[in-house]
């Protein structure tokens, strides 16, 4: 079986920042951190930010997987691992 093509992607609200300006600051970051994974893993083959309303931001990643499960456990490790090295938190991903 070929691997396929898949995006993961993540709303973060800004709408926990008491300035919405640290709040996309904090965005930006997360995804500088996920193009810094995209050079250490192979599979991740690309990122994108976007404003999708005033106070929620996406953040997603498109990868090379052999299935869905595959590409969601890489997908949001590769998110939650940015989001922590931007000095963020994933209080309630554990359940995922």
Do not use: K
């Not at 093509?5 to 919405?20: H, I, K, M, N, Q």
């Not at 106070?55 to 997908?75: C, H, R, Y």
């Amino acid at each position: 079986m070929q691997p396929g093509r898949y995006a993961v992607e993540c709303d973060l609200g800004l709408d926990r920042f008491d300035d919405l300006a640290d709040g996309v600051a904090m965005a930006r970051s997360v995804h500088r951190e996920v193009r810094r994974l995209r050079g250490a893993h192979s599979a991740i083959r690309s990122t994108r930010i976007r404003r999708r309303a005033r106070t929620v931001v996406e953040i997603s990643v498109t990868l090379t997987a052999e299935s869905t499960t595959e590409a969601f456990d890489l997908g949001a490790s590769a998110i939650r691992s940015a989001i922590h090295a931007a000095g963020g938190n994933t209080a309630g991903w554990e359940g995922l």
